[in-house]
């Protein structure tokens, strides 16, 4: 059990073993442990299959940069053992956190979604923020750039992918201000938690930078409280990128064996973890990073066979540590190649002296190459700063010929010329040494503040410990492919990319990374080129014998690491797929037994059953109320906007098909609403408040797409006409009081509103007070009977309602919802758009005629002259009585002509179909409103509409079946 464990050595708690599975053997680890570092610690050297060539692959790296230790995880169930814990289809070892009762399978390059996992473990939130200063990584730079910001007063937030902070730090055994890096970075966190005005955010990466320094951001929930996560938005005034850099793997033959690991990564295991990889290793080099992971490898118990120097000499003060601890280092020495065993994993590097001036991808290596047993391949090609987030927000990078690698362009500036200020730091614009990197993060910080207005005195900029002045790496590498099959020399590890690919990418005329990136595959996988992508750009310079700097890199695109739909969805599942809306008047609703409906977002009262009562016996009886008493309805949900400016009549002119420029003010008019092509969009009632002014109403399903639709139109057509448009939906609470006694009911709640015909005409509104409330009210009707609805500010509906209600409880005032209402307007022939429209009607086609101006222009108006719309066997808007008057058609049913066999061939001919269709209790029967080819026409015929194996008859009719003189409108 754990026989690669040091003996002390780590930051993982011995205290707390875990207990684990993969591929269906039981491993043991410990708290503070990843999946990767806890396989490494049992022995396990091969974690999987490489995608399209199945061979073995091992761990290769610490963090996100990892391409082949992918992993599944199975859902575990909450229970008396602990929290569940969410499946997940794929995923990197080295990024899962080991927690009591894991189970991983090893994935061959992709992975497998589970057919019975519900996929609903987790909670997943979404969350905004808005700060001063944003840093991003909280490694050395990130870590001094947030607490001089944070010395100011200014807003911080520092956000990191680890679960604790320090970055690099945690695997090092570097020394800050002559004290140990760990008990540094303790106090700094310390300091910041003390911090009223910083937000420290573990286990969460920023995803993307994007306009304006918006940063979305993933947070991960600890394995302990059952799997989730929370997705931060994340507004900034000044954003630090400290997000540090990747080490960049060599290219050379069988560079995919098990055992074939980056030396930093190596480093970190034997530092943070306390595990060692493997018991004797070879470094291959080119830079001095390497060293300190050689030494630290070495004190920690790794033999260290030979570091294989690629520079034709070995920096002396490294040369000096290695020397001390017996370790070989030989000068112009590359490898080429390995050598493996019967389980694919690395048993000897094959290494060769460098032939100067060689380039990568043609050869350029002599003498022969010379076996060196070992266990373990460390290589460094150096490091590429983390410069994703810095392009995606739009800042450009350059190659540098001194440090070997692609930098931040100009690390100061923001992205577009006037952006938003941003800032590289430390290590992601190319500072190697970790004294650099502490004083460039807290000069970011502090400059940042003082851009700010906000200044603290001088900020500490803690020194670290004594380092050489780095010596320049050799980069890129020649390799000897005349040792070894190019489609050996693994690119991209993901992908099965090689060096053969590229050179047929090249050959086939590819001539930008670009097109070698689609050609090949290469940086398209999960890590995202994060290991592949420069070394792929260094390969086919290479291969076309042109520079390194004149090639360039392919695009960085969000996300930075891959992230779970789940997160993007937030808790929008199941129930809350979508946000309940509910009125000021809800509860009340509630209270009395109201069944509910989904009318877009809100919930609207369907029906209000008394006991016994099924919803037809319901609906009768609010119908019977509304048409011959007196019933209530909240019509808060209706969509309202608020039109204002100097052109706001003119506007209006131009978008409904009536016109609306002249209305007085006081009045109000229905209108409609067309698209371009002519066919019904929306309808409601508007309402002139000024001159200036109107409220205009739409469907409840409909608000935000008219606010949209208006929207799009001020902007982009009409931008020279001064208007403002503003949804106050949620703004209004509203009640129709409807029926023959509302008259009555509305004297008792505003005795100084003059209510008769005269004085206050139907399609008028006035503004009175109405049971003490300020209020407007409107002479509006949807049912055809006499109807006022009246608006209070939302916070007073329900004292409205409340107070509607006593005051017609001696006439038996009746709650009614949305089944009445549809009954109601049915029986009159009022349209519901979106029901009995479907995005293929005119008003013509609907009998709307008297609508549409015949003198003014409006959106959709040229459309009526086209032929297809002018057409007399389009479908009309009619009316259908089953001859069994007891029948009751189903809505969406198809129209078919007398004498039509449904059985016959197929299709069957279709004349329409039925839009709206119920049972009335004014007229004693069913009936429908369908839309039928040429329906005007057929009045007084029959058409049929087939219910499974028979054919109900129906009479059309006109579409109003119900006071067709409009009597009753007023009262």
Not at 503 to 514: D, H, L
Request: glycine share 12%.
């Amino acid at each position: 059990m754990n026989a690669r464990r040091t003996p002390d050595a780590g930051r993982v708690d011995r205290a707390r073993p875990l207990t684990f599975t993969f591929d269906g053997t039981p491993y043991t680890g410990y708290a503070g442990d990843t999946l990767a570092s806890a396989l490494l610690a049992n022995g396990v050297r091969v974690v999987a299959a490489s995608l399209a060539h199945g061979r073995p692959r091992g761990v290769y790296a610490a963090g996100v940069d990892e391409p082949n230790a992918l992993v599944g995880l199975s859902p575990r169930a909450p229970g008396p053992d602990g929290p569940g814990h969410p499946a997940e289809s794929m995923a990197q070892a080295t990024a899962v956190e080991l927690y009591d009762g894991l189970c991983a399978v090893s994935l061959r390059g992709k992975g497998r979604l589970d057919p019975d996992d519900p996929g609903d473990h987790g909670r997943h939130d979404a969350t905004h923020a808005h700060c001063d200063v944003l840093v991003v990584g909280a490694g050395p730079a990130g870590l001094t750039a947030a607490r001089a910001a944070a010395a100011t007063g200014a807003r911080v937030v520092l956000l990191d992918d680890q679960p604790e902070l320090g970055g690099s730090l945690l695997g090092t055994r570097e020394r800050v201000a002559d004290r140990p890096a760990g008990e540094w970075v303790r106090r700094t966190a310390a300091e910041l938690a003390a911090r009223a005005e910083t937000t420290v955010l573990t286990r969460t990466t920023a995803l993307g930078c994007y306009d304006h320094n918006y940063v979305v951001a993933a947070e991960r929930q600890p394995p302990a409280s059952g799997g989730g996560g929370r997705l931060w938005q994340i507004r900034a005034r000044r954003v630090v990128f400290a997000t540090g850099a990747h080490e960049r793997p060599l290219l050379f033959a069988d560079n995919d064996r098990p055992g074939v690991m980056l030396a930093g990564a190596a480093r970190t295991y034997a530092n943070r973890y306390g595990t060692l990889p493997g018991s004797r290793a070879v470094l291959a080099v080119n830079n001095d990073s390497a060293y300190p992971a050689a030494l630290e490898l070495a004190d920690a118990g790794l033999e260290i066979a030979r570091v294989a120097e690629a520079r034709d000499r070995v920096p002396a003060y490294w040369a000096a540590l290695c020397a001390d601890r017996g370790i070989e280092v030989v000068a112009g020495q590359v490898v080429v190649g390995s050598r493996g065993g019967p389980d694919g994993a690395v048993t000897a590097a094959l290494l060769a002296p460098r032939e100067a001036g060689g380039t990568a991808g043609t050869g350029g290596t002599a003498g022969d190459p010379e076996a060196v047993d070992c266990d373990l391949l460390l290589v460094s090609g150096g490091w590429n700063p983390a410069v994703q987030l810095h392009t995606q927000a739009g800042g450009r990078t350059r190659y540098d010929e001194r440090l070997c690698c692609h930098v931040p362009e100009d690390p100061t500036a923001g992205g577009t010329p006037g952006g938003p200020p941003r800032r590289v730091v430390g290590a992601a614009r190319g500072l190697v040494r970790l004294r650099d990197c502490l004083a460039d993060g807290a000069a970011a910080g502090a400059d940042a503040a003082a851009e700010l207005g906000l200044t603290a005195g001088q900020s500490p900029r803690p020194p670290g410990a004594w380092e050489p002045e780095p010596e320049p790496p050799l980069w890129p590498l020649p390799t000897r492919t005349d040792l070894g099959d190019p489609a050996a020399h693994y690119v991209d590890l993901q992908r099965d990319a090689t060096l053969a690919d590229i050179e047929r990418a090249v050959g086939g005329g590819m001539r930008s990374v670009e097109h070698v990136k689609r050609y090949t595959t290469i940086g398209t996988a999960h890590d995202q080129g994060r290991t592949s992508g420069v070394t792929a750009a260094a390969a086919t310079a290479g291969v076309l014998g042109v520079p390194l700097a004149e090639l360039g890199t392919t695009t960085h695109r969000p996300p930075y690491t891959s992230v779970p739909f789940a997160l993007l969805a937030g808790r929008a599942r199941g129930r809350l797929h979508e946000p309940v809306r509910t009125t000021p008047m809800h509860g009340w609703h509630v209270a009395r037994g109201a069944v509910f409906e989904d009318v877009g977002q809100w919930k609207r009262p369907r029906y209000y059953p008394l006991p016994g009562e099924d919803m037809a016996a319901a609906v009768d009886r609010e119908c019977r109320a509304a048409r011959a008493g007196v019933a209530a309805m909240d019509v808060s949900t209706l969509g309202k906007i608020d039109i204002q400016g100097p052109d706001a009549g003119e506007f209006l002119n131009r978008v409904y098909t009536n016109a609306f420029a002249k209305l007085r003010v006081g009045s109000s008019r229905y209108g409609l609403m067309c698209t371009a092509d002519g066919m019904v969009f929306d309808d409601g009632v508007t309402m002139r408040l000024a001159e200036d002014r109107f409220q205009l109403s739409t469907t409840t399903g409909n608000a935000a797409g008219v606010l949209d639709w208006l929207e799009e139109w001020l902007q982009t057509e009409w931008p020279e006409l001064r208007v403002f448009c503003t949804s106050v939906t949620e703004q209004w609470s509203g009640v129709a009081v409807v029926g023959p006694r509302s008259r009555t009911v509305m004297s008792r709640l505003a005795p100084e509103l003059a209510l008769d015909n005269d004085d206050f005409p139907f399609m008028a509104w006035r503004d009175a007070e109405v049971a003490g409330l300020p209020a407007r009210v409107a002479r509006i009707s949807f049912s055809g009977e006499l109807a006022f609805e009246v608006y209070v500010p939302a916070w007073h509906g329900p004292a409205l309602w409340e107070a509607v209600m006593a005051a017609g409880a001696d006439e038996g005032i009746t709650p009614y919802g949305t089944e009445t209402m549809h009954v109601l307007r049915a029986e009159k022939g009022y349209v519901i758009v979106g029901q009995d429209t479907d995005g293929t009607v005119t008003p013509q086609d609907l009998g709307m005629d008297w609508v549409v101006s015949k003198r003014k222009d409006f959106i959709g108006r040229r459309s009526y002259a086209r032929a297809d719309t002018a057409r007399t066997d389009r479908k009309h808007l009619v009316g259908l009585l089953p001859r069994d008057t007891a029948e009751l058609l189903p809505e969406g049913g198809h129209v078919t002509a007398p004498g039509t066999d449904p059985a016959g061939p197929k299709p069957v001919p279709s004349l329409g179909h039925v839009t709206s269709s119920y049972r009335s209790a004014a007229l004693g029967r069913t009936f429908a409103l369908a839309l039928v080819r040429g329906g005007r026409d057929r009045i007084g015929g029959t058409v049929h509409v087939p219910l499974g194996d028979r054919l109900v008859a129906a009479e059309v009719t006109e579409p109003v079946f119900y006071d067709k003189e409009g009597s009753r409108r007023d009262g």
